[in-house]
C-alpha cells in the first residue's frame, strides 16, 4: 500500500499545527490536575466523594474516546480535533468559574468526553502524519504535550502562589488556548484517507474492524506504562516524604523532574528511532524504566529516590508514542488509513484504564504490605514489555527504519 503524496510545505504546516495542539493539550490537562484541591476546596467536595469525581474524568474520557471511534467513520478525524480542543479548554473555565458542585460536576464530565475525542483524534492525526513524513515523528509531539504540562503546571503554581481565584486563573489562559486551537486547527494534514478514497469524507465506513485480539500485546502495553505513570504522578511526592524521609518542599519535586526528563527524552527519541528502530528504542526504555522503580524501591534517602523518578521519565517517555504508532502502522498495513484511525481510538481507551488502575494499585499494596515493596509491582508490569517489543517493528520494514518514505519533493 503507497503513502499518499502530501505538499512539502502543508506537511511542515500540518507538523507544527499538531505539535501545537499536543502542547495546548499538555497545558490544560495539567492546570486542571495541579490544582484539583483547589477545585475540591470551592465546591466543597469532600475526601470520600473526591475519588469519585477523579475517577469520573477518565471513564468518560474512554467513552470519547469510543464515540470517536465510530465518528472517524463519518468525519475526518482533523474535524473531531477542531471541534473537541475549543470545547476542552472552555470546559476547563467552566469548573473553575461555575457555581455550585453539581455545576462542577457537570463541567467536570463535558471535559472528560471532550478531552477522550481530543486525545483520540490527535494521536490518530500524528500517526497519519508520520505515515506522510516517512520517517518517526511521534515522539515530537509527545514531547510537545510535556512542554505544555510543565507550563501549564508553572501557570498553576503561579496562580496558588498569588492565590489567585481558579476563574482568574483559568479565564486569562483560556482567552489565549481557545484562538490558537482554532488557528491552528486550519492547517491539519489528513489527506491520506480522502485520497485513498477519492475524496469520499466516509471512506473509514467501508472498513471491516481490526480484530481486538491483534492489538492485545500493544493495549497491554499502554495500560502497564499508564500504571507506571500514574504512579509516578500520584505517589512520588507521599513516597519522598514519609518513606525516604524529605522534607514536603522536596517531595515536590520529583515530578517536575519527571517532566522535565519526559520531555528531554520524547525530544530526541524520533532520532533513536530514526537510526536504531522503534523495537531497540522501546527495549531501552522498558529497561531504564524497570531501573528507575528497581532504584526507587531500594533508595537509601530522598536524593537516590530522586534519581529512579528521573531514570523513569527518561525510560517510560518513548513507550506511549510509539505505541500508538504501532497501533496505527499495523492496522494501515492490514486494511488502510480508515482502520489505522479506529486502531488509534481503542487503543487510547487503555491510556485510561492504566490511570484509572495504577493508584489504587500501589495504594492498596502500599497499605497492605510496604510502599517500596509496591513499586516493585510496576517494574515487573513494564518490564512485560520486552514480551511484546517485536510488536513495535513495522509487518514491512521496507526501510531500515520500518517507513516507506515518501518522493523527497513531498517532505520539502
Same mark, same amino acid.
Given at each position: ?14 507538523r ?5 495542539s ?6 490544560? /490537562?495539567? $492546570? $486542571?490536575v495541579t ?13 470520600? $466523594? ?6 469520573a474524568?477518565?471513564?468518560?474520557a474512554?467513552?470519547? %474516546? ?6 472517524v467513520?463519518?468525519?475526518?478525524p ?6 473537541a480542543?475549543?470545547?476542552v ?19 467536570l464530565a ?16 500524528g ?14 509531539f ?14 498553576a ?11 482568574? =486563573? ?6 489565549? =488556548? ?7 486547527g ?18 473509514? +465506513? ?7 485480539r =491483534? ?9 502497564? +506504562? ?12 507521599k ?8 522534607s514536603?518542599?522536596?517531595? @515536590?519535586?520529583? *515530578? ?10 520524547? %525530544? ?14 522501546v527495549? @531501552? ?21 530522586m ?8 525510560? $517510560? ?5 510509539q505505541?500508538?504508532?504501532? +497501533? ?21 481507551? /487503555?491510556? *485510561?484504564?492504566?490511570?484509572l ?12 504490605w510496604?510502599?517500596?515493596? +509496591? ?6 508490569l ?14 514491512e ?5 520500518g ?10
Amino acid at each position: 500500500m503507497t503513502v499518499p503524496r502530501v505538499p512539502g510545505a502543508r506537511l511542515r504546516h500540518g507538523r507544527v499545527s499538531l505539535a501545537l495542539s499536543f502542547f495546548v493539550q499538555g497545558a490544560v /490537562f495539567a $492546570l $486542571l490536575v495541579t490544582r484539583i484541591p483547589a477545585i475540591q476546596d470551592r465546591y466543597g467536595i469532600s475526601d470520600a $466523594l473526591l475519588p469519585a469525581f477523579l475517577a469520573a474524568v477518565p471513564v468518560l474520557a474512554g467513552v470519547g %474516546s469510543v464515540g470517536t471511534e465510530q465518528l472517524v467513520k463519518r468525519v475526518r478525524p482533523c474535524r473531531v480535533l477542531r471541534c473537541a480542543q475549543p470545547v476542552v479548554c472552555l470546559a476547563l473555565l467552566a469548573v473553575g468559574a461555575v457555581g455550585s458542585m453539581a455545576q462542577a460536576a457537570v463541567a467536570l464530565a463535558v471535559f472528560g468526553l471532550s478531552v477522550g475525542a481530543l486525545d483520540a483524534s490527535m494521536n490518530m492525526l500524528g500517526v497519519s502524519l508520520q505515515r506522510a513524513y516517512g520517517r518517526s515523528i511521534m515522539l515530537g509531539f509527545h514531547a510537545a504535550y510535556s512542554l505544555g504540562g510543565i507550563v501549564g503546571a508553572s501557570l498553576a503554581w503561579a496562580g496558588a502562589h498569588w492565590k489567585l481565584s481558579l476563574a482568574l =486563573l483559568y479565564g486569562p489562559v483560556v482567552a489565549v =488556548l481557545v484562538p490558537l486551537a482554532l488557528i491552528v486547527g486550519r492547517w491539519f494534514v489528513d489527506r491520506d484517507r480522502q485520497e485513498a478514497a477519492g475524496g469520499q469524507e466516509g471512506a473509514a +465506513a467501508a472498513v471491516a474492524p481490526l480484530a481486538m485480539r =491483534l492489538l492485545l500485546p500493544l493495549c497491554l502495553v499502554m495500560v502497564f +506504562a499508564y500504571i507506571g505513570d500514574s504512579t509516578v504522578s500520584n505517589w512520588s511526592a507521599k513516597y519522598l516524604q514519609d518513606v525516604l524521609g524529605s522534607s514536603e518542599q522536596l517531595a @515536590t519535586v520529583p *515530578y517536575n523532574v519527571y517532566m522535565v526528563t519526559t520531555l528531554l527524552g520524547r %525530544s530526541v527519541g524520533d532520532l533513536g528511532v530514526r537510526r536504531f528502530g522503534a523495537v531497540a528504542v522501546v527495549r @531501552t526504555g522498558t529497561v531504564v524504566a524497570a531501573g528507575g522503580f528497581a532504584v526507587v524501591a531500594a533508595a537509601p534517602g530522598a536524593w537516590a529516590g530522586m534519581a529512579g523518578f528521573t531514570l523513569l521519565g527518561l525510560g $517510560l517517555c518513548v513507550i506511549v508514542p510509539q505505541t500508538f504508532a504501532a +497501533a496505527g502502522r499495523f492496522a494501515f498495513e492490514r486494511q488502510g488509513p480508515g482502520a489505522s484511525d479506529m486502531a488509534v481510538a481503542r487503543l487510547n481507551i /487503555f491510556n *485510561y484504564v492504566g490511570f484509572l488502575i495504577g493508584s489504587p494499585l500501589v495504594g492498596a499494596l502500599g497499605d497492605a504490605w510496604s510502599y517500596r515493596g +509496591a513499586m516493585l509491582v510496576p517494574m515487573v508490569l513494564v518490564l512485560v514489555t520486552l514480551v511484546y517489543a517485536r510488536s513495535f517493528g513495522a509487518p514491512e520494514a521496507r526501510y531500515g527504519d520500518g517507513y516507506e518514505r515518501p518522493r523527497t519533493a513531498d517532505v520539502g
